[in-house]
């Protein structure tokens, strides 16, 4: 392109200086996505003379001054550029200055300005979600927008992480945002929506930004926007990408197989000695009874006791194996994406249209994740008054999921990391170690029936995750029809119809010959989870401009929603022969269930927004929502926001700053719903009787106490917010405050569990979160060739609680109170270990306020023990261009906040659980000759040591290297000659590096701070291809 | 003329839509019912009771809590004749830190099970006389729902407390007869005597109410008269009205005889068992109840658990012609097997649970007897259970009152009797280390099925005292279940 540009600046420049009238005509793109820039300034350099480019970023502009050579061009938020004048027409590709301030941002039901709309919406364009190798886009969203908390608590692929927008609203109603997808509530699958279709994504944060989706609005509104065709022609982009990935932190460390033997013998010893025998025949009993209790002797034969009464390992005892299940459990994930999409436009149609496809193996054995999508988008101005547009998209996947959330005990996370070392993985010689090789010369996989119940014995998922299935097989269609009319001058109708239907195939298989389910003959579950929902709304808008100086512009609809989810299951076992996975092939049923639900609302909603010169911005907006959640009478529910905002920096004393570019400042202030109960509880106004039965009779029983007078939960937001941008843009910024307000909250209230019912939904209670969120932006550096653009992200809020129906409630391990936050964690305290004894000690209070420690795991108090919400939370992105190369890198990071990690309690036990793996910290337990430690002391007897308590509380702040990317785009040269537009070759890196306190755990772990055996999160590293052509 | 008619659209559709929306909203859930759909027949309102019997019995709180017949597994993991091992479920219960902590799952879980049965009958008793129908059938049902009442308030009354003798007058746990409604406040804690006649006295109301009721054979979960009766005796026995225990003992058992020794070797596992009187029957599509076989069953291997290992000692409490002596085994491991237990069908993870049956009434007979100075009466009955067990009478060795209370050990061993038999009686549990004369672990070769002789290290109690350290003696406070931390928090009333 530059290139080509010095030959045009060479050919022409002698000629230009004869011609009187210049006539330059030419079109602006934006130099990373390829589209046009409409209203960018054209302006003769040295002179005030210029113009200003089209909606299709076309300009055409007439140099009178004979002596002019150089235009300049310019864009809110691009780098300005100089070019020659010249007669033949020019392309001019301007390139970002970091973070556009003066973009269109999409809004409900339309879009705004960014740097005059009076609400909060923070904006992530496609470039920062494309190369990124997520398989679900809700996982990309952390770090780059203030405000959003993302918790990626699953790595297992096609899982969506879980986004609170602005703290959490409510205490037992839903905290999720409402997801739209091109104007419309989303009832799909988030992992259906390929990233790469992706234009933008939108976070509205505040009442005036997201009152107008009502009773569904109080948690924040996520929208994602398509692609559409934009530029005239025709344009094909493919992208290719390999990668791999493995395990992102390390697993926690465990012991070997020979202190794993000496430890036990130890619990044996202090189990005897507990029980009164005296150390002599304590010592022997554990030494002879060692081999039993574990199952197995890794020493072989020659040392039947390998474990003398000294407690140590006998001369000469190694251990003939010493295996690594949670490796065994692991591989290197391999990662397959490809896109392709052609997008344009003709005269009166705009299209884009894509397919992708995507691999991604999971790192743990039998998990992974595929889709196929296609996407078509196309919008067709039928009249000059009539535009009518259709976007149709599918996606099928594939996913294969093992239990991974779950404390059962083929949860494939734990059963590897649970397993003590001493166990074989395969079959070995007991007295050599050597294999035990079948008729085919293969190893054999041990399923271990001599190991203890904690070891899962008769089981080798190593094996049989191989033959398993525990797969989801997801059907997603969307479709989003619209027509818009121009019925008057500014007056257009617009009425659209948009249906969701997504269907989940769940189909879990364990096999009839071999691990868990062997003994009942192998079991298989299908199930079909159908969702479906529609969206009609019609919607009259009106924009208009009067005296020059008042621009109004009015939005009324009315919208019905409904949404229908019905499923089947069944069950069966015993397959009558080996080989078959589905039911046909199994002889018992076990379970059928199903049922059809529905949600319904109907709306009318209303907007008006006005401003004055350009400066002073007025918006209100009104939402009436009528529930299928609520009884009639109570159903109806009304919201509202009012806004305003003042574009400082079109006033005429700043106008002329030569500093400052942008200066605005907003407020908003509105009330938003929540109807969100849990999908269990949509009747809740209803005196019900739930339906089961016994033995082949029907029955009905009461479960819950009802109440009629349930209503929406409402959230009262209060935004104030300057936005700047200074030093021809090179930085700026956004600094907001809220004060979240919930109340009538959709609460669970306890009750005395003796009334038979221990909870009753009632509206009690309210939450406030107030906070503050930071965004800058900063181009630190700027030369022709190189630049560096920095954006930072930065969020703190504080959770209260300010009214509750009772003094405290005491939930889990948090209790709330007024004045606390719903996320204070309320368990006993660890007080160390006793050095005489060894044994677990927790603080009490006693009657007169003084504190003593005990024993008993029970009679210690609970108390306040910090929170699991960080100080602080956000992103921080780097970018640094060099010519054609491109280096960026994101940080994620999180300070402050607590997580209670309940994963790592299972390899902290004391030794009641023989043959589970034990942690390295174990190694420090209490003995007679080790008194000052905080581990206590070893036995076989169960007890509570490991129970909640601070012992497992640890300081959750982390800083994680999310996502690097280095990119090479060819030179022009060698694109013309291929005739393409463009080549990028990429290296991309998820997750390459993890900064935290608490090895073992990974770090990001659910927004209230505990931790369930979850899918660690990984790490990779892929590289790809963009063509453009 | 184009434009108007796209506004005239508009309009049109905005209209049509508003007209239906009221409608629109009104959805009904597809598997709930409101009340008043229960309570429009007799047959309709006979649903409550069996779908409250089937929350009782198949509801998971947590895999180690399936429903109302785990409380019996509590009772005996919480006695002396059972050793459990560490594997997932009842060892903390075992080891006597999981009831008495009122944090706990199992804690809340028994208490809001007991009273959410306690308030279905309380609401099916307000509703049943206005229902349309067949008085017959009201009338039965009626006893249906008081017995159903009875054996909650009587579980409350046999887990709560210790016994009427030391504890009769001491606050146990609150008693309500009407149906909870959201206004309800809980109530304050009413003594173990009147736990007991609340229990007594919806019992004999129930009993002729009943009396007309034949409920079909394969039907045992159905309460009908018998089981009343045997409720009855239970509740005269506990609460020291032993003149009365005797009476509704033996009506209890008319026409249950005792089993012949090979249906005793059977598994525990099926209803129609002659002598049960009391039961719930399980198959494929429903045996969540079946899943105590987890633990109780240790030697199918299907079984998830097998944790309810017997203590080696127990074995030695039978003679070697006594029936229940085949049960046992020492398996390789070394754990003393009692397979009393085993699941009807392993491939279904399937079998029945008893709940009640003649051996018990004999017992309670023989107990009522001996306690109020009938020995003679007593030793009958006991010796009527050890004929049919092929043990040999009771002679008059020993004290009467004991004999009878270790063979209700012996005869009725994991059915759920361990605990509340301490509690009534003031008893204690008793844990002792299985070592040999030489005070070491006991080594002892074990012939095998397959003919070798293995020298196992046989496995007893590994808990041989109380988690303060203390040895185990009557009346500890660790015995007891406790009420759970949110009854406490959100009861002002309780400890009224």
Redesign the interface.
């Known amino acids: 392109m530059l290139q080509r540009l010095l030959i045009i600046l060479l050919l022409l420049g002698p000629l230009a200086a004869y011609s009187q009238v210049r006539t330059v005509t030419g079109t602006i793109v934006s130099a990373k996505e390829k589209e046009p820039l409409p209203g960018a300034t054209i302006v003769v350099k040295g002179s005030t003379k210029g113009t200003v480019s089209g909606p299709d970023g076309s300009f055409r502009l007439e140099v009178t001054d004979p002596a002019a050579t150089t235009l300049v061009i310019s864009y809110i938020g691009m780098v300005p550029q100089e070019v020659p004048v010249s007669t033949t027409p020019l392309r001019i590709e301007l390139q970002a200055s970091g973070k556009n301030l003066d973009e269109y941002v999409v809004i409900a039901y339309g879009t705004a300005k960014k740097s005059s709309y009076t609400g909060s919406v923070s904006q992530i364009k496609s470039d920062e979600l494309v190369d990124r190798q997520v398989s679900s886009v809700s996982k990309a969203l952390q770090g780059l927008a203030a405000g959003v908390q993302s918790a990626s608590q699953s790595g297992q692929p096609g899982t969506d992480a879980s986004i609170r927008i602005r703290g959490v609203g409510s205490i037992n109603a839903s905290a999720d945002p409402l997801y739209v997808v091109d104007g419309v509530p989303y009832g799909g699958n988030l992992s259906a929506i390929n990233p790469f279709d992706i234009e933008s994504i939108s976070v509205l944060k505040d009442a005036a930004s997201s009152a107008l989706y009502g009773s569904r609005g109080a948690n924040g509104v996520i929208i994602i926007t398509t692609k559409k065709g934009k530029v005239k022609g025709s344009r094909i982009d493919a992208r290719v990408s390999q990668g791999f990935s493995k395990r992102a932190v390390k697993n926690y460390e465990t012991v070997g197989t020979d202190d794993y033997f000496q430890m036990y013998w130890r619990a044996m010893f202090n ?1 005897q000695l ?5 150390s002599l ?1 304590a010592a ?2 554990a030494s ?2 060692l081999v ?1 209790e574990l ?1 197995i002797n890794p020493y072989g034969s020659k040392y039947p006791q390998p474990v003398g009464t000294d407690g140590k390992l006998v001369a000469g005892a190694v251990p003939l194996w010493n295996d690594d299940w949670d490796k065994a459990m692991q591989r290197t994930g391999h990662r397959t994406e490809a896109n392709l999409s052609i997008s344009g436009a003709t005269d009166n149609t705009r299209y884009f249209i894509s397919g992708g496809y995507l691999d991604d193996q999971g790192i743990y054995l039998g998990s992974g994740f595929k889709r196929y999508n296609v996407r078509s988008n196309i919008d067709i101005d039928a009249r000059k ?1 009539l535009k009518v547009g259709l976007n149709l998209s599918a996606a099928h996947s594939d996913q294969q999921a093992p239990p991974s959330e779950d404390s059962r005990s083929d949860n494939y996370i734990n059963y590897g990391r649970l397993m003590g070392p001493m166990y074989p993985i395969y079959v070995r010689d007991p007295n050599t170690g050597a294999y035990k090789l079948d008729a085919n010369g293969k190893r054999v996989f041990d399923y271990g029936d001599y190991r203890p ?2 070891a899962n014995p ?1 089981t080798n998922l190593v094996q049989t995750s191989g033959i398993d299935r525990h797969d989801t097989i997801r059907d997603d269609v969307s479709a989003r029809v619209y027509a818009e ?1 121009t ?2 001058k500014g007056l257009k ?1 617009k ?1 659209s119809y948009s249906a969701d239907y997504s269907n989940r195939q769940a189909h879990d298989y364990t096999n009839p010959t071999l691990g868990f389910d062997a ?3 192998g079991t298989v579950s299908k199930g079909s989870f159908k969702y479906f929902s529609w969206t ?1 709304n ?1 919607i ?1 808008t009106y924009e208009t401009t009067f005296n020059e100086k008042h621009h109004l512009n009015l939005l009324a609809g ?1 919208e ?1 929603y ?1 949404s229908t989810y019905s499923f089947e299951v069944g069950n069966k ?2 397959f009558s022969v080996p080989g078959l996975d589905e039911p046909a092939g199994a002889a ?5 269930d199903g ?8 709306s009318y909603l209303g907007r008006a927004e006005y401003d004055y010169l350009g400066k002073y911005f007025f918006s209100a907006s009104l939402r009436g929502d ?3 959640r609520f009884a ?1 009478g109570k ?1 109806l529910g009304t919201f509202w926001s009012l806004g305003a905002s003042w574009k400082a920096t079109e006033e005429d004393f700043l106008k002329n700053s030569s500093w400052l570019n942008l200066l605005t400042l907003r407020a908003s202030y509105g009330g938003q719903g929540n109807d969100n109960l849990g999908a269990t509880r ?2 809740n106004y ?18 819950a ?3 009629p007078d349930l209503k929406w939960e409402t959230n009262l937001n209060l935004n104030a917010g300057v936005d700047f941008s200074m030093f021809d843009n090179r930085f700026g910024g956004t600094v907001e405050f809220f004060i979240r307000k919930s109340k009538d909250l959709l609460f669970s209230r ?9 909870t ?1 939904d009632e509206n009690i209670g309210a939450l406030k979160n107030t906070g503050v969120e930071l965004t800058l932006n900063a181009v630190p550096v700027r030369t022709k060739d190189f630049s560096w653009q920095v954006s930072l992200n930065m969020t703190h809020y504080k959770n209260k609680i300010t009214e509750l129906p ?1 003094a ?3 939930s889990g391990t948090k209790k709330l109170m007024v004045g606390r936050s719903i996320y204070d964690f309320y368990i006993r305290e660890w007080a160390g270990v006793d050095p005489k004894t060894g044994t677990a000690l927790w603080h009490y209070t006693n009657k007169d306020g003084s504190i003593s420690d005990t ?4 009679a210690a108090t ?1 108390y306040y023990s910090g929170s699991s919400l960080p100080d602080v939370y956000g992103g921080l992105t780097n970018t640094f261009n060099y010519k054609g190369f491109s280096l960026s890198f994101l940080i994620v990071y999180s300070l402050g906040g607590k997580v209670l990690d309940n994963d790592y309690t299972f390899l902290m036990g004391t030794g ?3 043959g589970r793996a034990w942690s390295k910290e174990m190694l420090n337990a209490w003995t007679p000759s080790n008194r000052n430690t905080d581990v206590p002391q070893l036995t ?5 040591f490991t129970a909640n308590s601070t012992r497992f509380l640890y300081d959750a702040s982390y800083a994680r290297l999310k996502s690097v990317n280095l990119s090479y785009n060819l030179p022009k040269s060698l694109m013309e000659k291929a005739h393409l537009n463009n080549i990028t070759v990429y290296v991309q890196g998820e997750n390459l590096f993890t900064l935290y306190n608490h090895k073992g755990m990974d770090p990001e772990q659910t927004v209230g701070g505990t931790t369930y055996y979850r899918y660690p999160a990984v790490k990779s590293v892929s590289a790809g291809i963009n063509l453009s052509f | 003329m ?2 108007n008619s ?2 005239l659209f ?1 309009i049109i ?2 209209v049509a ?2 007209a239906c ?2 409608d ?13 759909q ?1 309570f429009n027949t007799i047959d309709n309102a006979e ?2 009771i ?6 009782m ?2 509801t998971y709180f947590t895999f180690a809590v399936p429903g109302y017949k785990s409380i019996h597994l509590t009772s005996d993991a919480m006695g002396s004749d059972v050793a459990l ?4 479920g009842f ?2 219960a ?2 006597f ?1 999981e009831m ?4 706990k799952n199992r804690v ?1 879980a028994y ?2 099970l007991l ?2 049965v ?3 009958c309380n ?1 099916f008793l307000s509703k049943i006389d206005n229902v349309p129908g067949d008085d017959a059938k009201r009338k039965y049902l009626k006893g249906q729902a008081l017995t159903l009442r009875a054996n909650s308030y009587l579980t409350l009354a046999s887990f709560y407390q210790f016994g009427v003798n030391t504890n009769g007058n001491t606050k146990t ?2 008693i ?1 007869l009407e149906p ?3 206004g ?4 304050s804690k009413s003594t173990l005597i009147q736990l007991y006649q609340q229990t007594i006295s919806d019992l004999e109301t129930a009993i002729p109410l009943l009396g007309q009721y034949d409920r079909p054979a394969t ?1 045992k ?1 159905k309460i009908d008269v018998h089981v009343a009766q045997g409720l009855l005796a239970r509740a005269y026995l506990y609460s020291g009205q032993y003149a009365k225990a005797t009476t509704p003992a033996v009506a209890a058992r008319d026409g249950y005889p005792l089993m012949g020794s090979d249906d005793y070797n059977k598994g525990f596992n099926d209803i129609s068992n002659q002598e049960w009187i009391w039961g719930q ?1 399980q ?5 969540v109840a079946a899943s105590n076989f987890n633990f109780l069953d240790v030697s199918t ?2 079984a998830y ?2 944790s309810f290992k017997a203590d080696p000692w127990f074995r030695g409490y039978f003679e070697s012609s006594d029936v229940r002596t085949r049960l046992f085994e020492v398996s390789h ?2 754990h003393m097997l009692y397979k009393k237990f085993r699941f009807r069908d ?4 399937v079998a029945d649970l008893v709940l009640m049956r003649s051996a018990e009434m004999y017992l309670i007979e023989a107990e009522a007897y001996a306690r109020s100075g009938n020995a003679g009466k007593a030793k009958d009955a006991l010796n009527a259970l050890r004929t049919a067990r092929n043990a040999s009478p009771y002679n008059g060795n020993g004290s009467v009152t004991d004999t009878i209370l270790l063979e209700r050990r012996k005869e009725l061993w994991g059915e759920g009797f361990s605990l509340s038999d301490i509690l009534r009686t003031g008893g204690t549990v008793v844990r002792k ?1 299985f070592v040999n004369f030489q ?3 006991s ?1 002892i070769p074990v012939p095998f099925p397959d003919g070798t002789i293995d020298s196992v ?1 046989v496995i007893g109690h ?4 109380l ?3 203390s040895p185990f003696k009557p009346f500890s406070n660790y015995y007891l279940f406790s009420i ?4 406490l ?3 002002p009333n ?1 400890n009224n």
């Open positions: 189990t507990a029980n009164n025998r005296d025949t022997r009993n002879a009874g039993d199952g008054w119940d904690p008769r009319a019925l008057w109708f009425t003994e009942v003959g009609f019609n009259l009315q019905a409904k076992s015993g018992l049923i076990s379970n059928f049922y059809r639900d529905s949600y319904a609302l109907t009528r529930s299928s009639p159903n949509y009747y209803l005196p019900l009787f739930v339906v089961n039965s016994n033995l082949g009779q029907g029955g009905t029983y009461r479960n106490l009802y109440n306890p009750k005395p569990p003796s009334i038979g019912y221990p009753i009772q405290e409630i005491i024993s008993n795991y029970s609970q009641s659980a023989g076989t007897v169960t007890n509570n | 184009k434009k796209r506004l508009a559709t905005t839509l508003t929306s009221k629109f909203v009104n959805t009904r859930p597809t598997n709930a019912v409101p009340d008043d229960v649903t409550a069996n779908g409250t019997w089937a929350y019995f198949d091992t560490t594997s997932y060892r903390d075992y080891t830190i008495v902590d009122n944090t809340s208490w809001t009273y959410k306690i308030d279905n609401l746990a609150p309500y909870s409604n959201p309800t406040q809980g109530k039907m979960y029957a198959t494929p599509t429903q045996n291997p299907v658990y097998k491991a070394g392993p491939g279904a993870m280390p005070g070491k672990d080594i290290h590994r808990t041989l005292a988690p303060d350290k759970p931390l949110s009854e928090q959100n009861n309780i």
